[in-house]
Each structure stands twice: as C-alpha cells, then as structure tokens.
C-alpha cells in the first residue's frame, strides 16, 4: 500500500488518530498517536520521534532520541477504540536515518534479506500456531512478606462444586480434558468467534478456533502463513485484538506459556519453509515425509542450535515450567513426520508440495516474535549451507511416541535446556549463526543475555510459597 493509498484510508474511514507502534526486545507493543490532520506524507518519510531511554535495553539518555518509520504495509483499523483509529506498525531508526540494531522488527527484516543475499530461496514463510489461556480472573502479587498468584475459570474442574454461580451447571472441563469438546463444555466458542471475525476485519486470513487440551479456558486460533516480518506482525496484531477481545468480555486472555500448574502448557508451533519464486524448496516426493535434502539440512540446523535458539523462542523463566516431560511439551531434540512428542514435526497429512513444511513445536508466545522467527530462519539457512544432517547427529527420525519410551532409551536422546540460564549459556556459547549477514550483532546479544539473566536472578532470589510446605517445619 502506498502512503497516498494510507492517506487515502484515512480519508475514507474517517479516522481521528493514526497510531504509530514499535515492538521492545520483550515483544512487547508501544504506541504514540498522532491526530489524522496532522499525518501527511512527510510523516511516512521523516518518521515519529520518541525517548528511547525509556525503553528497557534500547539506549542510555545521552543518545535517547529516536525515530519510528511506519510500514505502509502493515495499517489496521484499531477495532476497539471510541475515536476511529489506524494502527501502524514501525521500524526504528536513529536520527541520521540508519537503521537501529536493537530494533527486533529491523532484525527479521535483515534476516529476509540475507536469505535472499545466501541464494537459498527467495521467501522464508511462517505460520505460529499461538494458543492462549482465557480466565475469569487473575490476581498476583509479590512483596516483601508475601508472594501468591490466583487465576480462575468458571469452565475449570476445580469448580466443580461451586456455589457461586447461583446454581452451578456443571459441564467442566476436566483435567487435561478440553481438547475440542462442543458447549456446554466448550463455554468459549463465541468469544473465540468473535476474536477470529475482528481479526479477518483486520486482514488476517482464519483457518480454524478451538478448544485445547488444558482446563480452564485453553484456546486456539489458527492464522494463515505468510513471510517472515508480515508473520510477526500478524501475530502482534494477533496478541493484541485476542486480549481486547477477552476484556470486553469482561475476562483476561493469556499467552503465560505455564498459568497452571500439573496442566497442559501453552506453545506457540511454528511452521517453516523455504520458496523460490513459487516453487516449494522443501517438498520431495521421494525423500523422508515429502521432504526435500534442503529441508532435512534446514531441520540439522533447528536441532543443532536449539539449545541457544531456544533463548530467544522460550525467553520467559516461566517457559521452562512448561518444558517438562508428560504435558505434551516438546522437550526431545529429534524430528518426525506426524509426531508429536518430537521437537520437529513434520506435517503429513493432507499436505501438498507447496504445503511441505517443518514444524517446531519447542517454542512459546513469551517469544519476540520478530526476534524468534529471524533466529530460527538463520539456524536453518545455517544447516542448509553447512549440510548439516540430522540423521547422522542422532536426531532421528524418530517415530516412537517418545514419552512412552524406557529411561534407557530416553537417555540416548538429547533435550532442551532445562532453565533459562542454561539456554543463555547455550546462546553465549554458540551465536556465530545469529551474526551471518550483520542481522544480529554481538552487541544486540550480549544486552539481550545481560536483560534475561536479570529476569532470571529477579525470580531465583525470590521465596516460592511452595518453600514454606517444604521447609518450615524444619
């Protein structure tokens, strides 16, 4: 679209403000509105200052001034606000016009670039399959002299014999029982409908909602794949309208990959492959699951550098409650065609040569999307150009359903960091693929691994509730 195109938009919506966004290395959104009279084309061109000290992990305020510069590809009509709204999304730039290297959108930008530049393809497409808790309410905090979080459902088993209901209807959703149940059980269905038709108003193409495994109001929507930097919009906008949607229902959405404990988790799939022009690079008729040489090197590289990818698709000490055996959490560092206990899965069913495509099952929606996607592409374009083989590393494939598996066999298969300080001394051991083609730099890690690592000290040197049933009456 172009800016006159914008500006037309503009025009024909009677739209009041024009909200420019940018996205922090947590993934999280930041905004300024402008009035719609006062954006024109200039805007587009010179951009919109903010204070970039302000920003965790951005810059110091000797040198805080910073510039967004929107994408005329990426405007929406903001569905929620009173005053007509246009949302668009933006790169950062510093004030002489170069691109900023900390700037994650700028950084999955640069990695589409580069796969262009290798000679590998010519478009790198994702799909997240992002599922997402939706309670009735949510309280936490945490003190000095107290510590203690409270979620809750009204579809959750442990209401099963609540009163306050005025009545209760029972129909709950058992433990690990929610995989796709129809209402009464499922109490969603509308909610989720409503999501899904506010996110095809803002141009994302729906394939499908349902009801997941966990109890207490797991969910997921299921979007239609596109390139690299358009998918890590489409999944803020994503986040975004899912949240809101949830608050005008009076509840909260979620995407804390582990809200609950002894419970299914919630990850955030994403499906990968490789063209050039329209021609599908992963797809062989002859080869392991339809799956072309490119591909299965692409996996080598996933699986090789997951320990440190996995720094930046898990980067939540909360993740890592999530990866644990038995809860369906893809923990194992092997592929597969159709199964899920494996950290890679490839996709067999239904599946045509354009729709040929790998699935990494490992990540979680606490991911900087933008961040995310552009590592996991340059670990695959890593094993392509280093022919890194999967099957000759021991990473399969493997078509057991490894949960079932003897500790024996278990223990000939490797698995993902179990902390997220494990994962980041993985990322500082192992970064040189990140670094190909300048799309990130060592300077970009070492403040990314330096912010994680005080996350990860803020929740270790904290006191657990669970402490106090372990430790007190010793």
Known sequence: MSVQNVLNLIQEKGIEWVDFRFVDLNGRAHHISLPAVEVEEATFEN??????????????????????????????????TAHPTLIVMCSIHTPDGARYERDPRGIAQKAEEYLQ???????????????????????????????????DSE?????SN?????GNLGFKVGHKGGYVPVAPTDTQQDIRSEMCRLLMEAGLRIERHHHEVATAGQGEINFRFDTLTKTADNLMKYKYIVQNTARQYGKVATFMPK??????????????????????LFYDKNGYANLSEMAIHYIGGILYHAPALIALTNPSTNS????????????????SKGNRSAAVRIPVAAVTPKGCRIEFRTPDSTANPYLAFAAMLLAG???????????ELGYGPFDKNIYELSDAEKKEIRSVPGTLDEALNALEADYEFLTEG????KDFIDNYVALKRDEAKAVSIRIHPHEFSLYFDL
Not at 320 to 335: I, M, Q, S, T, W
Not at 438 to 441: A, D, E, K, P, R
């Open 117 to 151: 530049k290798a000679g590998v393809g010519t478009a790198a497409f994702f799909a997240p399959e992002s599922e997402f808790f939706i309670f009735d309410e949510v309280r936490f905090e945490s003190k000095q002299n107290s510590s203690t979080y409270f979620v």
């Open 155 to 159: 579809e959750a088993h442990w209401n």
């Open 47 to 80: 951009g919109v200052a903010f204070d970039g000290s302000s920003i965790v992990g951005f810059r110091g305020i000797e040198e805080s001034d910073m510039v967004m510069l929107p994408d005329t590809e990426s405007v929406y009509v903001d569905p929620f």
């Open 381 to 391: 374009l890593d094993g392509i150009k280093k022919k890194i083989d999967p099957r």
């Open 320 to 335: 890592f409650k999530r990866l644990v055996p038995g809860y369906e959490a893809p923990v194992n560092l092997v592929f």
């Open 162 to 166: 609540r009163k306050e209901e005025g």
């Open 259 to 280: 809200p609950l404990f002894g419970d299914n988790g919630s990850g955030m799939h994403v499906h990968q492959s490789i063209f050039n022009g329209d021609e599908p």
């Open 438 to 441: 300048g799309v990130f730099t």
